[in-house]
């Protein structure tokens, strides 16, 4: 069972960065494509970003284009979520996920994920 650990979220003010980490225990990480999603109180859980393996393309929320920027490490097993002018809105808690079909990342259904690490902006 592959297993995904979350790390760097926090507290932050407005207009600041965070940068979130996952880290990946499977051995053929290389292969997968990854994701961040996050889930705001009382809202449902929504696409954030997703980085192709295959073809080294992306894709964002246009919540966050411009702002928010998705890469990985192959040899680290880690990918991160590097977050700049962070607004309130942003506030929420945010998983990561990978699988070996990006649509499959893209859409959230199915795939590993993470337990999910809090992101607060405060205003």
């Known amino acids: 069972q592959v297993q995904l650990v979350e790390s760097g979220g926090g507290l932050v003010q407005a207009g600041g960065s965070l940068r979130l980490s996952c880290a990946a225990s499977?051995?053929?990480?290389?292969?997968?494509?990854v994701g961040w999603f996050r889930q705001a109180p009382g809202k449902e859980r929504e696409f954030v970003a997703a980085?192709?393996?295959?073809?080294?393309?992306?894709s964002y929320a246009d919540s966050v284009k411009g702002r928010f920027t998705i890469s990985r490490d192959n040899a680290k097993k880690t990918w991160y979520l590097q977050m700049n002018t962070l607004k309130p809105a942003d506030t929420a808690v945010y998983f990561c996920?990978?699988?070996?079909?990006?649509?499959?990342?893209?859409?959230?259904?199915?795939?590993?994920w993470g337990q999910g690490i809090q992101v607060t902006v405060s205003s």
């Open positions: 996920n990978l699988d070996p079909d990006f649509p499959t990342v893209v859409s959230g259904i199915g795939g590993s």
């Open positions: 499977l051995r053929t990480f290389r292969l997968n494509s």
């Open positions: 980085l192709n393996w295959s073809s080294g393309g992306t």
